[in-house]
């Protein structure tokens, strides 16, 4: 059987409907598993439930973090907030980095990844790094705005067979504090860290731009999906 990925959910604006672009699922769907949007809800005995069936996830972009969950008080500068979602992500999370089950978290989700491990954030790159670059390229969702660095002997650099990569940039926080115990896989040429793994676990990859975006055109985007896929599969064969 094909494995089956789940995808955090996000919020439309009216908070009425569970959504997520379409891209993420094409992207799982184009590696061979069947994607699934997962429902918005902190009932843990439904996402238990959720989370047996699954054989990985990916954690998607979205809204900024819940400052109080890096011990910080929310500035001017952050964004709109989840907390429902924050609770429903970080607990499916703290499972699949305890059962190691695969997983593969971008742009929001990456730094959700971070913050799991005890990392920090930006609450606003431009505003709290200063020389950075522009990351929030908001209006070129699909455009190779600036490279990557790919760190030596890690797992995003075995997949990627890759030192550079070009990548988008879509998002307005970033990595502040390293979470303990994570491996920084890439940096941006500012140096701000776009790329973390756990290396104790089989296949946790965490990073800040957005593949499912580029997967349409890029190979090395298709890669990360590729590489989930292939680990998702070897755990539903154990």
Same mark, same amino acid.
């Given at each position: 059987?094909?494995?089956?990925?789940?995808?955090?959910?996000?919020? $439309?604006?009216?908070?009425?409907?569970?959504?997520?672009?379409?891209?993420?699922?094409?992207?799982?769907?184009? $590696?061979?598993?069947?994607?699934?949007?997962?429902?918005?809800?902190?009932?843990?005995?439904?996402?238990?439930?959720?989370?047996?069936?699954?054989?990985?996830?990916?954690?998607?972009?979205?809204?900024?973090?819940?400052? $109080?969950? #890096?011990?910080?008080?929310?500035?001017?500068?952050?964004?709109?907030?989840?907390?429902?979602?924050?609770?429903?992500?970080? #607990?499916?999370?703290?499972?699949?980095?305890?059962?190691?089950?695969?997983?593969?978290?971008?742009?929001?989700?990456?730094?959700?990844?971070?913050?799991?491990?005890?990392?920090?954030? #930006?609450?606003?790159?431009?505003?709290?790094?200063?020389?950075?670059?522009?990351?929030?390229?908001?209006?070129?969702?699909?455009?190779?705005?600036?490279?990557?660095?790919?760190?030596?002997?890690?797992?995003?650099?075995?997949?990627?067979?890759?030192?550079?990569?070009?990548?988008?940039?879509?998002?307005?926080? %970033?990595?502040?504090?390293?979470?303990?115990?994570?491996?920084? $896989?890439?940096?941006?040429?500012?140096? @701000?860290?776009? %790329? @973390?793994?756990?290396?104790?676990?089989?296949?946790?990859?965490?990073?800040?731009?957005?593949?499912?975006?580029?997967?349409?055109?890029?190979?090395?985007?298709?890669?990360?999906?590729?590489?989930?896929?292939?680990?998702?599969?070897?755990?539903? %064969?154990?």
């Amino acid at each position: 059987m094909k494995p089956l990925i789940g995808l955090t959910p996000s919020v $439309s604006d009216n908070k009425k409907q569970n959504v997520q672009n379409r891209d993420y699922a094409d992207a799982v769907y184009r $590696s061979g598993a069947l994607p699934v949007i997962l429902p918005l809800t902190v009932d843990r005995q439904a996402l238990d439930g959720l989370f047996e069936r699954l054989d990985g996830i990916v954690f998607t972009g979205g809204a900024d973090l819940t400052p $109080s969950l #890096y011990g910080q008080e929310k500035k001017a500068v952050c964004g709109e907030t989840e907390p429902l979602r924050d609770e429903m992500e970080m #607990y499916l999370l703290r499972r699949c980095i305890a059962e190691k089950k695969p997983m593969l978290a971008i742009c929001r989700g990456f730094e959700l990844l971070n913050v799991a491990f005890g990392g920090t954030l #930006y609450q606003d790159i431009e505003t709290e790094r200063f020389g950075s670059l522009v990351h929030p390229c908001y209006d070129r969702p699909a455009d190779q705005v600036h490279g990557v660095r790919v760190e030596p002997g890690t797992a995003l650099r075995n997949i990627e067979g890759a030192d550079e990569l070009r990548v988008n940039s879509r998002h307005h926080q %970033g990595v502040c504090q390293v979470g303990g115990g994570l491996k920084v $896989s890439a940096y941006a040429t500012d140096g @701000l860290v776009e %790329g @973390l793994e756990w290396p104790e676990h089989p296949f946790a990859i965490g990073i800040q731009w957005h593949p499912e975006t580029l997967s349409t055109y890029a190979p090395e985007a298709q890669s990360l999906f590729n590489a989930l896929i292939d680990a998702a599969g070897r755990r539903q %064969g154990e």
